[in-house]
């Protein structure tokens, strides 16, 4: 057994910390190194009720101009010095860039949300603020580079999601996926309930999705605010971390890129393949492969594989067949030569069930020209590791077992916040690795990866990036509908 180190992030200067905070506080972000290719500003637009668009302004002001931290400073509740001391850009904001969804004759959310059909009150709601994010994606003049979806409380009260109006077959589909979940052989605490769809995923959908998906197809990121963001209290996080991962995000969403890896060796892109279903009008019911990949720089993207009919008896760890492995991995490094303009020198597949053999010739035959393949399985265990003091096992932690069976724990004592900021009894995965590396490196690659999600600054993150959004960017590709929407950049997704 051993101890991992936090892997060190770069940022705009010399400094190298694993603490995404310290590291922009004291060096700014990464995308300073690009010099005169970097824009000074971010144009930031802002959509919803009069209220909330003038709260929202209010906020970033607040922001701009840098929030103290409640009470002593600590690790983990750091002061916010402001947007533009810590990200050296300027946030542009004002009623120019602002669009109101009730600036017509009486007020279209209330209406909307006074009739008794459910499903029309939601999309209602998805339309009224489509329209809004039209008016500012169609701009030539004044087109902001991220905006603000301001939802207040009785839309999220009353659609925050909705039943889909289900066939008899999408139903029994779902109690299928229900029996599934239930019959696996995990313990209390499971993860897996993170990235994999479950039965409400299925049966209905989500307001955030659905916004998410209006985005995509505009081309146009967006950043939904609620008022726990915009207001102060026992319900909302302090001001400061408040702060803190509202700006990491939208400063990504803008465009930009916080911190990255320091790069580990050959040039690596990192693939997360996971499932979801999704609806056709020639099928109906469809199982998908989505692939959520990163270069060593940090550029993301997330593409969806080809569908096959959903099958009552499919049990929930689905698999591809060689011919689907064999497209998937292609086009991922298409897509990943087109965004760096060469093809890597290492590749590595996360998924959280085995890889059968079809999948595994599949993915050999594709990237066959790559010098590095390495396919990953990471499965939530019942084992523990228990050591003497107050605290579980550090971040980090490797323990193999009979030089067979490798445990990490992503989760545990965390030292740069000098805590363990869980409820529960953290839980290890088991990862086991196909080709020519090993599990600890392959281990290693998870921890890293898992300080790597630019919407938040938070340091707390138990799945690496390639596999934590695999449930939200589901759930946005089915609202978004049969077709592959043009833009594939992870900033549409998070």
């Not at 009353?158 to 696996?184: D, F, L, M, Q, W």
């Not at 050999?364 to 790559?370: F, P, Y």
């Not at 934590?468 to 946005?476: E, Y």
């Amino acid at each position: 057994m051993f101890e991992l180190q936090s892997p060190p992030l770069q940022f705009g200067g010399a400094a190298s910390t694993s603490d995404p905070k310290s590291g922009l506080d004291s060096a700014g972000p990464f995308d300073l190194r690009f010099g005169a290719a970097r824009k000074d500003a971010i144009y930031v637009g802002v959509i919803g009720p009069t209220d909330m668009i003038d709260s929202a302004h209010k906020w970033l002001t607040r922001c701009a101009t840098g929030i103290p931290a409640l009470g002593p400073a600590t690790p983990l509740r750091r002061p916010f010095a402001g947007f533009s001391q810590v990200f050296r850009k300027k946030l542009v904001f004002s009623k120019l860039l602002s669009v109101a969804v009730d600036d017509g004759a009486g007020d279209p959310i209330e209406q909307a949300l006074s009739g008794a059909d459910a499903f029309l009150r939601f999309q209602t709601i998805v339309d009224l603020y489509d329209a809004a994010l039209q008016r500012l994606a169609g701009r030539d003049v004044n087109r902001p580079d991220v905006v603000l979806v301001c939802l207040p409380q009785n839309v999220l009260d009353k659609c925050r999601t909705v039943e889909r109006p289900n066939s008899e077959a999408e139903r029994e589909r779902a109690k299928t996926i229900r029996k599934a979940r239930a019959n696996r052989q995990t313990d209390f605490f499971d993860l897996l309930d993170e990235v994999e769809e479950s039965e409400d995923d299925f049966l209905k959908r989500d307001l955030r999705h659905a916004l998410k998906a209006k985005a995509l197809a505009a081309r146009l990121p967006i950043q939904l605010v609620t008022p726990r963001l915009l207001e102060d209290g026992p319900k909302s996080e302090d001001p400061a971390t408040r702060g803190w991962n509202f700006s990491v995000g939208l400063y990504y969403k803008a465009g930009g890129v916080p911190w990255r890896l320091s790069p580990p060796g050959p040039e690596t892109c990192f693939v997360g393949i996971s499932f979801h279903h999704y609806r056709t009008k020639q099928r109906h019911v469809v199982q998908s492969s989505l692939a959520q990949a990163f270069s060593s720089e940090g550029e993301g993207f997330a593409i969806r594989g080809s569908g096959v009919p959903a099958e009552a008896d499919q049990r929930l760890n689905v698999h591809l067949s060689e011919e689907q492995a064999f497209d998937l991995g292609k086009r991922i490094i298409a897509e990943y030569r087109t965004r760096t303009g060469r093809s890597p020198l290492r590749l590595v597949v996360h998924k959280t069930s085995q890889f059968d053999r079809a999948e595994i010739e599949g993915f050999r035959a594709a990237l066959g020209d790559i010098p590095v393949v390495s396919l990953v399985t990471m499965v939530p265990s019942a084992f523990r590791l228990v050591r003497f003091g107050m605290y579980p096992p550090k971040v980090g932690t490797i323990c193999t077992v009979n030089s067979a069976r490798t445990f990490l724990y992503t989760s545990g004592y965390i030292p740069e916040i000098e805590t363990y900021p869980g409820p529960h009894i953290p839980q290890p995965f088991e990862v086991r690795s196909i080709g020519a590396e090993d599990p600890l490196t392959a281990a290693t690659d998870i921890f890293n990866l898992t300080r790597m999600n630019w919407n938040t600054a938070d340091i707390r993150g138990k799945w690496p990036v390639t596999l934590s959004f695999a449930r939200r960017v589901g759930g946005i590709l089915n609202e978004y509908g049969e077709q592959d929407p043009d833009e594939t950049s992870f900033r549409y997704f998070v």
